[in-house]
Nanobody, 114 residues
């Protein structure tokens, strides 16, 4: 079973930036499409961005042009660079494979103040 540990969240003002990081264990990490998801209070968890094993990326409309997902298979990490943050980006952010198939980590809280 892959274990996932997210980090890098915090409190930032609108327009600011954060870089999230996800560290995974297990050799199967590098052969899976990886993704970042988020869950805002009172809302369902949603897909934010995903990246294939070959580096192809796909973004939710809300993330296009502002977020960038990347991966380092050797280090078993997946990162999410978030720029021009908005209050509506406030959520707990999680990484997982795409489609979801592993246990969720603890997530990392991102709070964007207006």
């Amino acid at each position: 079973q892959v274990q996932l540990v997210e980090s890098g969240g915090g409190l930032v003002q609108a327009g600011g930036s954060l870089r999230l990081s996800c560290a995974g264990s297990g050799s199967i990490f590098r052969i899976n499409t990886m993704a970042w998801y988020r869950q805002a209070p009172g809302k369902q968890r949603e897909l934010v961005a995903r990246i294939s094993t070959g580096g192809s990326t796909t973004y939710a409309d809300s993330a296009k042009g502002r977020f960038a997902i990347s991966r380092d298979n050797a280090k078993k990490t997946v990162n999410l660079q978030m720029n021009s943050l908005k209050p509506e980006d406030t959520a707990v952010y999680y990484c997982n494979r795409f489609p979801v198939g592993w246990s969720w980590g603890q997530g990392t809280q991102v709070t964007v103040s207006s």
